[in-house]
C-alpha cells in the first residue's frame, strides 16, 4: 500500500498545530468561565440588595450563594494553617459550617442598603493552569468611598465547577487576612483548634 507522503506529512503537523493550540484555548475558556462566573455573582447580589428587604432572609440567601460561588472546603483548610492537621474531623465539618456563616453574615452587613454598585471589569488572568485572577473596581455611587479595587481568585481544581477561593479588596486578601486572626487566636489558647471555634461562635451571636 503506498503512502502519500506530502498528504501524511500535512496531517501530521495539522494534528500537532491542533494539540498545540489547546493550552492557549483551555486558558481562554477558563478566563471567560471565571469572569462569567463574578459577574453572575454580582447580579445575583444585586437582586438580593434591591429585592429582599427582611434581614434574616437576607442573610440566608447570601448563605446561599457562598455556598454555591466559593469553595469553603478550601477556604476553611487555608484559613486555619498549620492547626487544620490537628482539628478532629467534627471541628473541621463545624468550621467550615461557622466560617462559611460568618462569611455571609459579614457580607451582608457590610453592603447594608447600597443597591446600586456596578462592576468595572479590568481583566481575566491565568495563574498557572488550575487558577485565573479576574480583576476590576466596584463601583459605588453616592458613597463616601465610590469606587474600590478588587481581584477575584477563581480556582479550577474542578474543571467543571470553578469556585472563588479568595477576595482581595484594594490589595488587602479576605483569605490572608482570615488566616492571620484564625492562628493568632489558635496559639494565644494554646494551640487549641477549639479555642477559634468558640471564638466564631461568639461573632455571630453578637
Given at each position: 500500500m503506498r503512502i502519500n507522503f506530502k498528504?501524511?506529512?500535512?496531517?501530521t503537523s495539522t494534528f500537532f498545530l491542533f494539540i498545540a493550540s489547546l493550552p492557549s484555548n483551555l486558558l481562554a475558556s477558563k478566563?471567560?468561565?471565571?469572569?462569567?462566573?463574578?459577574?453572575?455573582?454580582?447580579?445575583?447580589?444585586?437582586?438580593?440588595?434591591?429585592?429582599?428587604?427582611?434581614?434574616?432572609?437576607?442573610?440566608?440567601?447570601?448563605?446561599d450563594l457562598i455556598q454555591t460561588y466559593f469553595d469553603m472546603d478550601v477556604i476553611a483548610k487555608v484559613s486555619t494553617g498549620p492547626y487544620w492537621r490537628i482539628a478532629t474531623l467534627n471541628e473541621k465539618e463545624h468550621y467550615t459550617k461557622l466560617i462559611t456563616k460568618l462569611i455571609a453574615d459579614v457580607t451582608?452587613?457590610?453592603?447594608?442598603?447600597?443597591?446600586?454598585?456596578?462592576?468595572?471589569?479590568?481583566?481575566?488572568?491565568?495563574?498557572?493552569?488550575k487558577m485565573v485572577m479576574v480583576s476590576?473596581?466596584?463601583?459605588i455611587p453616592d458613597q463616601s468611598i465610590s469606587s474600590v479595587?478588587?481581584?477575584?481568585?477563581?480556582?479550577?481544581?474542578?474543571?467543571?465547577v470553578p469556585k472563588i477561593i479568595d477576595i482581595e479588596f484594594e490589595n488587602i486578601s479576605m483569605l490572608v487576612t482570615q488566616k492571620e486572626e484564625n492562628i493568632a487566636i489558635i496559639r494565644k489558647n494554646g494551640g487549641v483548634f477549639s479555642a477559634l471555634i468558640n471564638e466564631m461562635e461568639n461573632k455571630l451571636t453578637k
Amino acid at each position: 500500500m503506498r503512502i502519500n507522503f506530502k498528504f501524511f506529512i500535512l496531517l501530521t503537523s495539522t494534528f500537532f498545530l491542533f494539540i498545540a493550540s489547546l493550552p492557549s484555548n483551555l486558558l481562554a475558556s477558563k478566563t471567560e468561565n471565571a469572569t462569567t462566573l463574578v459577574n453572575t455573582l454580582l447580579d445575583k447580589v444585586n437582586n438580593i440588595q434591591k429585592f429582599t428587604d427582611n434581614e434574616e432572609k437576607k442573610q440566608a440567601e447570601f448563605l446561599d450563594l457562598i455556598q454555591t460561588y466559593f469553595d469553603m472546603d478550601v477556604i476553611a483548610k487555608v484559613s486555619t494553617g498549620p492547626y487544620w492537621r490537628i482539628a478532629t474531623l467534627n471541628e473541621k465539618e463545624h468550621y467550615t459550617k461557622l466560617i462559611t456563616k460568618l462569611i455571609a453574615d459579614v457580607t451582608a452587613s457590610n453592603l447594608g442598603n447600597i443597591t446600586n454598585f456596578e462592576f468595572e471589569f479590568e481583566a481575566s488572568i491565568p495563574k498557572g493552569e488550575k487558577m485565573v485572577m479576574v480583576s476590576g473596581n466596584l463601583l459605588i455611587p453616592d458613597q463616601s468611598i465610590s469606587s474600590v479595587a478588587i481581584k477575584w481568585r477563581i480556582s479550577f481544581l474542578n474543571e467543571e465547577v470553578p469556585k472563588i477561593i479568595d477576595i482581595e479588596f484594594e490589595n488587602i486578601s479576605m483569605l490572608v487576612t482570615q488566616k492571620e486572626e484564625n492562628i493568632a487566636i489558635i496559639r494565644k489558647n494554646g494551640g487549641v483548634f477549639s479555642a477559634l471555634i468558640n471564638e466564631m461562635e461568639n461573632k455571630l451571636t453578637k
